[in-house]
Nanobody, 127 residues
Framework: QVQLVVSGGGLVLAGGSLRLSCAASGRIGVRYAVGWFRQCPNKAREFVSA????????YYDDSVKGRFTISRDDGKNTVYLQMNGLKPEDTGIYSCVLNVQGIPDNYYSDSDWDDYWGQGTQVTVSS
């Protein structure tokens, strides 16, 4: 079974930073892609960022571009989301999702990813 363990959430003041981790295990191969989604209050689940196996291509939603950085450590099968310059509107539950065979064509849609999700972690940004 593919398992994803998420960590790194917490409470931070506006302008602060957090780093989220998504550790994958199981039969994931080497061509997997990992995406980050968040569920913010009064909003639908939305795409945040993603990274692929091929040339470590990265993707960002415009709302976080320039503030968040995604990376991966293949030796640990772990993907990180470094979040800088956090804003109150970034508050939400963050979760990672894995696609075994690269990134989905419609990666902004959570339903297009394989059904391998981490448990989610709460990020709260106070003003």
């Amino acid at each position: 079974q593919v398992q994803l363990v998420v960590s790194g959430g917490g409470l931070v003041l506006a302008g602060g930073s957090l780093r989220l981790s998504c550790a994958a295990s199981g039969r994931i191969g080497v061509r997997y892609a990992v995406g980050w989604f968040r569920q913010c209050p009064n909003k639908a689940r939305e795409f945040v960022s993603a990274i692929t196996w091929a040339r470590y291509n990265t993707y960002y939603d415009d709302s976080v571009k320039g503030r968040f950085t995604i990376s991966r450590d293949d030796g640990k099968n772990t993907v990180y989301l470094q979040m800088n310059g956090l804003k109150p509107e970034d508050t939400g539950i963050y979760s990672c999702v894995l696609n075994v065979q690269g990134i989905p064509d419609n990666y902004y849609s959570d339903s297009d990813w394989d059904d391998y999700w981490g448990q989610g972690t709460q990020v709260t940004v106070s003003s």
